[in-house]
Each structure stands twice: as structure tokens, then as C-alpha cells.
């Protein structure tokens, strides 16, 4: 009975050492995953700029129209929830 009394304060004190461990290992590095942000539809002329006062929706000879872009973690893909 004595050894049953043994065992388990030694798995309890080890179970208490790995979440103390785990918790100082999740606050001492940072996650380093970067979300790119999306971007909406935007529009550009032929120098590359975005005309002063433009909608979404280009309106105007000479202009391009681009897509809106969702974001993105680094593995090219979107978050849940980002879409």
C-alpha cells in the first residue's frame, strides 16, 4: 500500500514539472507565423499608382482593375476565418 503512495506523488510531481515546463516554453517563444493581410480590389494606372479618390471599382480610361487578395499565412494559405 505504502509503494502505491510512492508511485503516485512521483507521477504527480512529474505531471506538475511538465506543465510548468510547457507553459514556460509557450510563453518564452513567440509565435513566429506572420498572416499576411488581405487587400481589397483596388485600381492602378498605367505608372503603377493608385489614382487619388478611386473606388474599388475603376472608373476612367487607362486604369487597372485588380482583384481583391484574401489573406494568408506562410504557407500560402488563408485562415480559418480570413476568407
Do not use: R
Request: aromatic share 2%.
Amino acid at each position: 500500500m505504502n509503494t502505491h503512495k510512492v508511485t503516485f506523488a512521483a507521477v504527480a510531481a512529474m505531471a506538475a514539472a511538465l506543465s510548468v515546463a510547457m507553459i514556460v516554453s509557450s510563453v518564452a517563444a513567440p509565435v513566429q507565423a506572420k498572416i499576411t493581410p488581405a487587400e481589397p480590389a483596388s485600381c492602378e494606372n498605367p505608372s503603377g499608382s493608385q489614382p487619388p479618390g478611386q473606388q474599388p471599382n475603376c472608373q476612367g480610361e487607362g486604369l487597372t482593375q485588380n482583384p481583391p487578395t484574401p489573406a494568408t499565412n506562410p504557407a500560402g494559405h488563408a485562415p480559418p476565418g480570413q476568407q
